[in-house]
């Protein structure tokens, strides 16, 4: 597939909303597939927050005494948001099993 026929099919899936202003006028290199389930796209958002948690979790060790808290603040700010896809998934699964 040449790079033409990778922007022509990109364009007909769903964009992702995070662009810069710099990019506005170009086409997305990143793109989410029309159609995903909300289940298969929350449980990769929690693999990626897994990976956000463990790289900051590494970055930390790296932080001055001041940037400590803004780096612990983003930590805080991950496990939540993965302690609320894990609370949806659970409901997900709770309502498949119910329906069996």
């Not at 940037?67 to 603040?73: M, N, R, T």
Request: hydrophobic fraction near 45%.
């Amino acid at each position: 597939m040449t790079a033409i026929q990778a922007l022509q099919k990109c364009s007909t899936l769903r964009p992702s909303r995070s662009r810069s202003k710099a990019a506005l006028n170009t086409p997305p290199l990143f793109c989410v597939r029309a159609g995903v389930s909300a289940e298969d796209a929350l449980v990769h958002a929690l693999l990626y927050l897994r990976c956000a948690s463990s790289t900051i979790a590494e970055a930390v060790q790296y932080s001055s005494e001041a940037g400590k808290g803004l780096v612990w603040s983003t930590q805080h700010s991950v496990e939540m948001a993965v302690a609320l896809i894990d609370a949806v998934l659970d409901g997900v699964e709770s309502t498949a099993m119910n329906k069996c």
